[in-house]
């Protein structure tokens, strides 16, 4: 059972976050169709982050990023560039970047920290290569939950590096933190005593978040993906998900 999001107060005041880079090069760590990490997927991934979640603010970390969107001017889009790109956390993990944090922690904290100066009462991450769909996505997202902090159910055979079975980690391209979580949040990740490479975020999350809830939602990494359901998320799409994804939302698929 869902519940209305909206109290006395009208509208609940919703700050994305998320990260961007894209170099239009092979990557040893990506996942799924390239077509997720081009401008074409942002214009996408934008128009359904508005359209299910209606937020105020759009935080975007670009990573210092090549190749970048061609951004709308309008007032909702923020945009922070960092000073150069801090990688994937396999790339700390084998030693070719040395520091604390990768790219995506960097982004989901910026956007964090966005969130709490603005008293937002909800931060949502939604991940660069994942595409949301359902509308009053937030309210679904929620359901009867009760926690201050909303992760993705485990992985659920999904596809890993290299074709193996992605392991069966808390998911975290789809994020819901209300705002009496957000001090916690940002403490739980900024006070972690390991770096990215030497565990890998959803397991940071996992051990120093705590008490999380579960969102209400499917499916992020995990597969089958069933496209008759009014709200899901999904990462990692090949070709053909996307392919089905766009078709259901009514847009052109991405080159």
């Not at 092979?26 to 390239?34: D, E, F, K, L, T």
């Not at 942002?42 to 979640?53: E, T």
């Not at 994020?175 to 890998?200: C, H, K, N, S």
Request: include cysteine; glycine fraction near 10%; charged fraction near 20%.
């Amino acid at each position: 059972m869902t519940h209305s999001l909206n109290g006395n107060s009208g509208k609940p005041k919703v700050i994305v976050g998320s990260g961007w880079w894209c170099d239009g090069a092979p990557s040893a760590w990506r996942i799924g169709s390239p077509a997720t990490r081009s401008p074409a997927f942002f214009d996408l991934w934008l128009r359904q982050v508005h359209r299910c979640l209606k937020p105020l603010r759009v935080v975007v970390t670009d990573c210092a990023s090549p190749i970048k969107p061609d951004r709308p001017s309008d007032k909702s889009l923020v945009w922070i560039e960092l000073d150069r790109n801090y990688g994937h956390p396999n790339d700390l993990r084998v030693g070719l970047i040395k520091t604390k944090y990768s790219g995506f922690t960097r982004t989901v904290i910026n956007g964090a920290m966005y969130a709490l100066c603005c008293d937002a009462d909800f931060y949502v991450y939604v991940e660069q290569d994942c595409l949301i769909h359902g509308e009053d996505l937030l309210t679904h997202a929620i359901g009867d939950a009760s926690e201050d902090i909303l992760l993705g159910t485990p992985t659920v055979n999904g596809v890993g590096l290299h074709g193996a079975v992605a392991a069966s980690m808390i998911q975290q391209s789809l994020i819901v933190v209300r705002r009496i979580g957000l001090e916690r949040f940002l403490e739980g990740l900024l006070g972690a005593p390991w770096t990215d490479g030497e565990m890998p975020p959803e397991e940071i999350m996992r051990q120093r978040l705590t008490p999380f809830g579960l969102l209400r939602i499917p499916f992020g990494r995990s597969r089958p993906i069933d496209f008759t359901r009014s709200h899901f998320y999904a990462e990692h799409l090949t070709d053909e998900e996307l392919a089905r994804v766009t078709q259901l939302i009514g847009s052109g698929s991405p080159a």
